[in-house]
């Protein structure tokens, strides 16, 4: 099988992730400190009407030109088609929300209207020259743009808050990182801009349907519950909602470089009806997603308290439920993330959106039954039940095309080893209590390292391939 790309890419992925998350988790500890909650949750707001403002922008085109690119058919013309019509369709949308200016009178008063403007038309021009790029098999600039683009966010957000600006300044750093991403992007976009015509547009029409059913449902699977939150809340539950699901995300940190390597690599693999390869690269992308994401879910829930009261201060404190249960749903989403990937890229986006659907829908009646009652962990639990319905269906799905297996002694290992570094940290916070933030990273060091040991000795695979990422960086 060559995945020797894909392992490129996914290390090159890996690294800026990882980057890109340490520094977002930095910038916003010390914002939850300096700002506070209520500004916080403002801008998680706005990022979230952004949300379905760029899915207003893109009804499924984007996604739809990424496919034509990547089974190489005129992949120019179909840029050029996708460009004209998202621009078009990013000022209609710019209009009509200026026009509503009087009813979104919270997001007015605090002064980020303009800014959701700016930044809706920064990423129009950031999506498509990230489209062209990624879909041409350079997921790593991709990734190596997103991280330029972190950087630059969160030093503008951060000397923006401490200048005393608050949400303004946070939506001012997300649209100057955008502007970075797409500068670094724009380097690297080799397809030229060209005359199209009417079959170019047709032939983005007929993916664009499910294109589009796909985003709206990851649009609303990933802005719903924030949305529902500020309503029936207010802005500082969704910072307390929103900054453990931030931290809840280390347990996704390898799967999204994986998921997008492998995204353009398995369309051509179906493409040439090479479906064993795609089973191959699936089973192996499991063992790697779930290397970090199970020992990630289970430690993070044995220290959530202290976890969330030291790093982001005492009010956050009170969410620790819901960061466990955010930590199962992340690890549960590893299936749906991959899977649902494979049924889109094997040319079965219908199937992606059954098993996406169902999960979106199942997210927002949860949440509007269990926010109410529960509070944040309402909107926890409702992610969890969300999580386990797309990946189930998922699973049942792709079952039909791709055979789906796991690499059953890599996966042994990874949860044995999980365990024991449960046993171990349970055992050491019970003989020194995380009292202080050097004893609680302490703590999270020695189970990582009791971790790292044990998946190491247990499987040979695992310990070559570290060997062989290990010897790629250095």
């Not at 990882?18 to 520094?23: D, P, R």
């Amino acid at each position: 099988m060559a995945v020797s790309p894909v392992r490129r890419q996914s290390l090159i992925g890996l690294c800026t992730t990882v980057g890109s998350t340490l520094i977002g988790f930095a910038s916003t500890v010390y914002i939850a400190h300096a700002a506070g909650a209520a500004a916080l949750g403002a801008y998680y707001v706005l990022s979230a009407y952004l949300g379905f403002l760029l899915l207003a922008s893109d009804p499924g085109l984007g996604g739809a030109a990424a496919q034509r690119i990547a089974e190489r058919d005129e992949p120019a013309a179909h840029l050029s088609a996708y460009a004209v019509v998202r621009v078009s369709l990013a000022l209609a949308v710019v209009g009509a929300l200026l026009a509503a200016r009087p009813l979104l009178v919270d997001l007015d008063a605090a002064g980020l209207l303009p800014w959701l403007a700016l930044a809706l038309i920064a990423s129009t021009a950031a999506g498509i020259i990230a489209t062209g790029v990624y879909a041409s098999g350079q997921a790593g600039v991709t990734q190596a743009a997103d991280l330029v683009g972190v950087g630059v966010r969160v030093t503008v957000q951060v000397a923006a808050v401490a200048l005393g600006f608050g949400a303004a300044g946070l939506a001012g750093g997300l649209v100057a990182g955008t502007v970075a991403a797409a500068l670094v992007n724009r380097r690297f976009l080799a397809l030229r801009f060209t005359r199209f015509g009417k079959r170019h547009l047709s032939s983005l029409a007929s993916f664009a349907l499910w294109s589009f059913l796909l985003s709206l449902v990851a649009v609303v699977s990933a802005n719903a519950d924030t949305l529902l939150l500020g309503y029936l809340l207010s802005d500082r539950e969704v910072a307390l909602y929103r900054t453990p699901f931030q931290l809840a995300s280390l347990a996704v940190l390898s799967t999204m470089p994986i998921r997008a390597s492998l995204a353009p690599r398995i369309a051509g693999w179906a493409r040439d009806g090479a479906l064993g390869e795609v089973a191959d690269a699936l089973a192996r992308a499991w063992t790697f997603a779930l290397l970090l994401a199970v020992p990630a879910a289970a430690g993070g829930a044995l220290l959530a308290d202290r976890l969330l009261y030291f790093l982001y201060g005492a009010d956050f404190a009170e969410a620790a439920p819901a960061l466990v249960l955010l930590l199962a749903a992340e690890l549960v989403t590893v299936g749906s993330l991959l899977e649902g990937m494979a049924l889109s890229a094997v040319g079965r986006p219908r199937g992606a959106f059954v098993a996406a659907g169902a999960g979106a829908a199942v997210l927002v009646i949860a949440d509007l039954a269990l926010i109410p009652v529960l509070g944040v962990t309402g909107a926890a639990l409702a992610l969890l039940l969300s999580s386990v319905t797309a990946t189930i269906l998922a699973r049942l799905l792709l079952a039909r095309t791709v055979t789906v297996r796991f690499e059953r002694r890599p996966v042994a290992a990874v949860l044995v080893s999980a365990a024991l570094m449960a046993v171990a940290v349970s055992g050491l916070r019970a003989l020194v209590p995380p009292a202080s933030l050097p004893v609680a990273v302490g703590t999270v060091a020695f189970g990582a390292l009791v971790y790292l040991f044990a998946v190491l000795a247990l499987d040979p695979s695992i310990r070559d391939e570290v060997g062989g990422l290990v010897r790629a960086l250095v």
